[in-house]
C-alpha cells in the first residue's frame, strides 16, 4: 500500500477537453495543477464525439465562448502540436422545407454582430455547390469559417500539452472520495493495485462530464442532468467529394467526410451498456443510414463498417453548467454540454482558469450558473457544505 | 416459442444443431458461407465434381461425416446460409442476408463463429499473390483452384503442413515449406503430443509425403521478405545464418488461428487472457456456458482446439443449453465429451511448443513494414505513436493512430498490432488488453439498413 500525496494550486477531475485545456490554461498562468483522470485523457465523449467545430446553430448565449473557442481553434498547433485534423471547412445547416429556410434566416439575423458571416444559399446555386445533395434539400445556411477536426486526436494532444507545460496527469485514477472543508479540498484515490493517493488543493474544477452531477450534489448542488447517448458510425472510405461539415435544420443527421475519404454519421440514440459504456443502437443504426441515404443518394453503395457511442450529460435546458460553486467556496464547475462541448472545450478550459485565478471570467457566462438548479430555499435539508461525503466509486473499465 | 439459434455451421456448429434436433428442437442454424461445413471441410459450390477425397485429403472421411449429418438436418433446423451476423442486441441477432437486413430473436445461443489465420505481416504482404494459409486452403476447397502455380508456404502450425499437402497433392509446385520452428521443438513437443497419436501420426505423415515428393522443408526459416514489383515473385529468408531467394508467384503465410470473439463481445460476454494463445478469450465452462446465461461458446471461436474437439464442444454446448432449458440429456454422454475435450488439452499445449509463437517477431519488424493494410499504417508509425503520446493500451493506440480503422476492423492487423504495442511500449500483451467489439463485425451496405428501417420486426417476446 503505497501512498502518494499531491499538494496543489489546483486540483481537476476529468481529462477531457474541458478538464485538459483547463490543465493548460492554468499552467500557463503559472499555477499549479493535478488532474485526476479514472480512464485515459480524452478517451471518453471528447475523444469519441463526432467531430464538429462548428458555432452555427448555438443558442446566443454560448456564441461569446464559441468565438474565444474559434480563435483558440486557429491557434491549434502552436498551443497542443498538432493541428488534430481541424480544418475550417465550413458547416451547412440544410433546410428541407421554406419554414426551415426561414428559421435559418431568423437565426443569421440574430446571430449578427459575433462575426458567424452566414450565407444563405438555396436553388441553382445550392446544386451547383453541391451535386450529391438529394432532392429533400431545398437550401441551407453556410458558416464557411466553421469547420471539423478529428476529436480522437486534439482531445488528448490538449492532455499532452498541459502536461508537457508541467502539469501532474494521473490517469487511470478513479476519485473516490472528496473531502471540502474551509481549508480547501483532499481528494483519494485507490487504483486497481490498491495503492492510494491523496491530492490536496484550495481550488477544485469540476471537469467530470457526465459523471460531474455527483460531485455537484456531494456539495448542496444537485443538477437534473441525465447521460445521452449520441448514435455514431462511419462508412468505409470514400472518394472525396464534401468538404462541409453537413447539420440539419430541426435535428437529425449529420456528417462529415474525413481526410482519410470515410463519412462520419451522427444521429439519434445510442444505447447504455451500463453507468459507464455505450454504443450505437440498431434501431438508430438502420434509421441514420436511411437519412443519410435521402441526404446524400450515392451513399446507397457504401459501407458501414463501425458504429459507437459515447455517455454525454444534458441538463433541460441543454445549456452548460459553468462557474463557481454557490456553496462551496473554492469549488468551480464546468461540465453538461449537451453533446456540444467539443469547440467550446477549449474556451471552456480558459475560462475555467480565469474562474481559478481571479474569480470571474472575461466572457459572459451568466446564462451557465448552476444557480438556475437551486433547490427552492423551502427544502428541509440542504447538505452542509462541509459535510465530509464520499462519492461512490465510479465503476471503472 | 422462440427457437434457440447456433450461429456458425462448421463442425461445432452442426454438431450443435443435431444434438437440438435429436431432442425435438427446430434451431435456427445461421452461416455465412452457401453450404453448411465450415472453413474446415468448407464445401465447393454444389455443382462442382471433385471428390472429397481430392478436396480433404486425410480429413475426407471426417468431412463426409459432417456434411453428411448437415444434409441429414435440413428438414429439421431453419437453415439460413449466405447470411452475416452483424450486430447483436437485445435477445436478437442482427442478420445481413440477400442485400437485406433481418432480425433473428432467440432463446438460447450457440456462438460457433470459428477462426481466421493469425497473421504476422513480413515485408511484402501486400503484393498481389500474397495469401493466408486459410485463404489459399479456400481457394482450393471452394474454389477449386490454387493461389499461383510455384507457390511458398510459410508461417507454423499444423495447417502449413496440410495446407502443403492438399495443394501439392492438387498438382500445384509447391517451391518450398517455410517453418518457422525448429525441428528441436517439434522433438520437445512429442511427449505432450504422443497424447493424441492419431494426429501426430497424420502430421508426421504430411511430412514424410511432401519429402517423398520432393518438397522442400526448411525448419527454423525466418521470412525477411515477399520480394515482387507488381506481384509476388520470390521469398526471400534466413535460415542458418544465411540468406536465401526462392523463386514463386504466390505465398501462403499464417502462425496458427485466431478466434472470432467478435459476436461474443457484443452479446456481452467475460473475457479472460489465455497465456498459450496469446490472446483474450470469452469465457466458458467445460459444457460451453459463457458468462451471459443462455449464451453458449463452441468451437475454435471461444479458443483454438481444431476441428475434433469442435465438433464436441458443439454437441456439449447444445447439451448444456438443453439442460438449461429443463430438457432431459444423456448426462453420461455430456460428461464423456467434456472428458475428451479436457483430454485433448496437452496436445493443444505441445502444438504450441511445436510451433511456438515467433515471440520476437515485434523487436524484427522494420519500421517500413506496413501493419495495418485498410489504414497502411506501419510498425514505425505505431511505434512512434508509442513514443509521442504514451500509449499502451490497444484501444489507444487505434484511436491515436487508426490502426484497425479499416474494414477489417482489427480482424486482420489486431495480432500484430498487439504484439508490436507491447514490445514498443514494455507491457504484456495480455495488459495492453483487446480491440473493443463494435458493430458492424464485418462491412454492411448502408442500402441494406435503410431498406430495414422501413419494416420492423415486432420486439422478440420471450
Known amino acids: ?289 436511411g437519412q443519410a441515404i435521402e441526404l446524400i443518394p450515392a451513399l446507397r453503395g457504401a459501407q458501414l463498417i463501425r458504429t459507437w457511442s459515447g455517455t454525454e450529460g444534458y441538463l433541460p435546458d441543454r445549456e452548460p453548467v459553468l462557474g463557481c460553486s454557490r456553496t462551496m467556496p473554492g469549488l468551480i464547475h464546468g461540465f453538461g454540454f449537451a453533446g456540444a462541448g467539443f469547440q467550446v472545450g477549449p474556451a471552456v478550459g480558459e475560462v475555467l482558469a480565469e474562474l481559478a485565478r481571479d474569480g470571474r471570467s472575461s466572457t459572459p457566462i451568466d446564462a451557465f450558473g448552476i444557480e438556475r438548479f437551486a433547490v427552492p430555499p423551502t427544502s428541509p435539508t440542504a447538505p452542509m457544505a462541509s459535510a465530509p461525503a464520499a462519492i461512490p466509486e465510479f465503476s471503472h473499465r | ?147 499461383g502455380e510455384r507457390v511458398v508456404l510459410m508461417g507454423s502450425g499444423p495447417l502449413l503442413y496440410l495446407v502443403a499437402y492438399q495443394y501439392a497433392k492438387a498438382g500445384a509446385r509447391v517451391a518450398a515449406v517455410l517453418d518457422s520452428a525448429r525441428l528441436a521443438d517439434q522433438v520437445a513437443a512429442l511427449p505432450l503430443m504422443l497424447t493424441q497419436p492419431s494426429t501426430l501420426m497424420k502430421g508426421a505423415w504430411y511430412v514424410a509425403w511432401l519429402r517423398a515428393h520432393g518438397v522442400p522443408i526448411v525448419r527454423a526459416a525466418r521470412p525477411l521478405q515477399i520480394v515482387g514489383g507488381e506481384r509476388v515473385e520470390g521469398v526471400r529468408f534466413e535460415h542458418g545464418g544465411h540468406t536465401r531467394t526462392i523463386d514463386c508467384d504466390a505465398v501462403g503465410m499464417g502462425h496458427a488461428l485466431r478466434s472470432e470473439t467478435q459476436l461474443a463481445d457484443l452479446l456481452g460476454c467475460h473475457f479472460d487472457f489465455d497465456e498459450l494463445q496469446r490472446a483474450h478469450l470469452p469465457q466458458r465452462d467445460a459444457a460451453g456456458r459463457s458468462s451471459v446465461p443462455g449464451l453458449y461458446l463452441a468451437g475454435d471461436g471461444a479458443g483454438i482446439l481444431g476441428a475434433d474437439a469442435a465438433e464436441w464442444a458443439g454437441e456439449r454446448a447444445a447439451l448444456a443449453l438443453l439442460e438449461d432449458r429443463g430438457v432431459a440429456v444423456d448426462a453420461d454422454r455430456a460428461r464423456a465429451l467434456e472428458r475428451r475435450l479436457a483430454g485433448i488439452r496437452p496436445f493443444r499445449r505441445g502444438l504450441e511448443r511445436a510451433f511456438p509463437f515467433p515471440t520476437d517477431w515485434a523487436a524484427r519488424a522494420d519500421d517500413e513494414l506496413v501493419v495495418c493494410r485498410c489504414e497502411n499504417i506501419s510498425a514505425g508509425q505505431l511505434r512512434a505513436t508509442v513514443r509521442e503520446t504514451g500509449a499502451d493500451d490497444i484501444n489507444r493506440l487505434k484511436a491515436l493512430s487508426r490502426v484497425g480503422m479499416g474494414r477489417c476492423q482489427g480482424r486482420m492487423c489486431g495480432v500484430a498490432a498487439t504484439e508490436l504495442l507491447a514490445h514498443a511500449c514494455g507491457r504484456t500483451v495480455r495488459e495492453v488488453g483487446r480491440l473493443r467489439g463494435q458493430a458492424p463485425i464485418k462491412p454492411v451496405p448502408l442500402s441494406a439498413l435503410s431498406a430495414s428501417s422501413a419494416l420492423r420486426e415486432p420486439e422478440a417476446t420471450a
Open chain 1, 1 to 289: 500500500m503505497t501512498a502518494k500525496r499531491f499538494v496543489t494550486d489546483v486540483a481537476i477531475v476529468g481529462g477531457g477537453i474541458v478538464g485538459s485545456s483547463a490543465a493548460l490554461a492554468l499552467r500557463r498562468m503559472g499555477l499549479k495543477v493535478v488532474l485526476l483522470e479514472r480512464d485515459l485523457c480524452g478517451s471518453r465523449s471528447s475523444g469519441v464525439n463526432y467531430g464538429g467545430v462548428r458555432r452555427q446553430g448555438r443558442p446566443l448565449s454560448q456564441l461569446p465562448l464559441a468565438q474565444r473557442a474559434h480563435e483558440i481553434w486557429g491557434r491549434l498547433p502552436e498551443l497542443i502540436g498538432t493541428d488534430g485534423e481541424y480544418e475550417r471547412s465550413g458547416h451547412f445547416k440544410i433546410a428541407r422545407s421554406a419554414a426551415d429556410m426561414v428559421s435559418l434566416e431568423r437565426y443569421r439575423a440574430m446571430s449578427e454582430g459575433f462575426d458567424l458571416d452566414l450565407e444563405l444559399i438555396t436553388g441553382e446555386r445550392l446544386r451547383a455547390l453541391c451535386p450529391w445533395l438529394g432532392a429533400k434539400a431545398v437550401g441551407g445556411s453556410l458558416c464557411p469559417a466553421d469547420g471539423q477536426a478529428n476529436p480522437r486526436l486534439v482531445s488528448p494532444a490538449f492532455a499532452r500539452a498541459a502536461e508537457r507545460a508541467g502539469a501532474v496527469l494521473l490517469e487511470r485514477t478513479p476519485v473516490d472520495e472528496v473531502i471540502g472543508d474551509r481549508n480547501g479540498f483532499t481528494l483519494r484515490s485507490r487504483n486497481s493495485a490498491g495503492n492510494t493517493l491523496e491530492v490536496q488543493a484550495p481550488l477544485l474544477l469540476n471537469c467530470a462530464g457526465a459523471w460531474a452531477g455527483q460531485l455537484a450534489a456531494q456539495f448542496g448542488e444537485p443538477v437534473p442532468m441525465r447521460s445521452g447517448h449520441p448514435a455514431m458510425a462511419v462508412t468505409e472510405p470514400l472518394p472525396h467529394f464534401m468538404d462541409w461539415s453537413l447539420g440539419v435544420e430541426g435535428g437529425g443527421i449529420y456528417c462529415r467526410q474525413v481526410a482519410r475519404g470515410n463519412l462520419v454519421l451522427g444521429g439519434g440514440s445510442g444505447l447504455a451498456l451500463d453507468a459507464d459504456r455505450a454504443r450505437s443502437d440498431r434501431e438508430a443504426i438502420t434509421v441514420l443510414a
Open chain 2, 1 to 147: 416459442m422462440t427457437p434457440p439459434v447456433i450461429v456458425g455451421a462448421g463442425p461445432a456448429g452442426v454438431r450443435a444443431a443435431q444434438a437440438l434436433v435429436a431432442h425435438g428442437l427446430r434451431p435456427v442454424l445461421i452461416d455465412e458461407a452457401p453450404r453448411a461445413g465450415g472453413q474446415v471441410y468448407r464445401r465447393p459450390p454444389a455443382h462442382f465434381r471433385r471428390t472429397a477425397a481430392a478436396l480433404y485429403g486425410t480429413e475426407a472421411t471426417r468431412a463426409t461425416a459432417l456434411h453428411a449429418a448437415a444434409d441429414a438436418l435440413a428438414d429439421h433446423v431453419d437453415h439460413r446460409p449466405d447470411s452475416l451476423v452483424w450486430n447483436a442486441q437485445g435477445g436478437a441477432l442482427d442478420v445481413l442476408r440477400g442485400g437485406r437486413i433481418e432480425r433473428v430473436p432467440y432463446q438460447g445461443l450457440v456462438v460457433a463463429t470459428g477462426a481466421t489465420d493469425r497473421v504476422l505481416p513480413v515485408p511484402g504482404w501486400t503484393l498481389p499473390g500474397a495469401f493466408t494459409l486459410g485463404g489459399a486452403q479456400v481457394a482450393l476447397k471452394f474454389q477449386g483452384c490454387a493461389i
